[in-house]
């Protein structure tokens, strides 16, 4: 993963640090944000390979937003691999579609659009596998 750039989108900065630890080990360059709008601006600005984000961001914006916004931003949003991580498991998280959500810019029971789901903690390997598997 050297020369790579990623972005990691999560409000837990212990949790934050100790994955970019883990991509920067491989060379990738890592940048963290905590919130949607400073999420969605790194990435427009850095355009990173591959971004990770967190599903529980601080209300009223949680990952669902960031992804559903990343998407929506022409063919480099439409295209970068996006990890969801949470502490949910797959199972709770109702097969990863958009939660019925008043006011919420997406439709629920849409599929999520993203390229992988992790639970947290993860456990470096499997970050690592998955990193490896989506950016080839």
Same mark, same amino acid.
């Given at each position: 993963?050297?020369?790579? #750039? ?5 409000? =837990? %900065? $212990? ?7 883990? /991509?920067? &080990?491989? !060379? ?23 971004? #990770? ?5 601080? =209300? %009223? $914006? ?7 916004? /990343?998407? &929506?931003? !022409? ?62």
């Amino acid at each position: 993963m050297a020369e790579r #750039l990623i972005l990691i989108v999560d409000d =837990d %900065p $212990d949790i934050a640090e100790a994955m970019g630890l883990v /991509l920067e &080990s491989t !060379g990738a360059e890592v940048r963290i944000e905590e919130d949607v709008d400073a999420g969605i601006a790194a990435a427009l600005e850095m355009r990173p390979d591959l971004i #990770l984000v967190d599903l529980m961001l601080p =209300d %009223p $914006d949680d990952g669902y937003f960031f992804v559903h916004r /990343l998407r &929506s931003e !022409g063919e480099y949003g439409a295209r970068v691999p996006v990890v969801l991580l949470s502490s949910l498991t797959r199972a709770e998280m109702d097969d990863l579609r958009y939660p019925e959500v008043e006011g919420a810019p997406f439709e629920a029971g849409e599929p999520v659009p993203i390229s992988a789901f992790l639970e947290k903690p993860t456990p470096p390997a499997r970050l690592l596998g998955a990193a490896n598997d989506l950016l080839g």
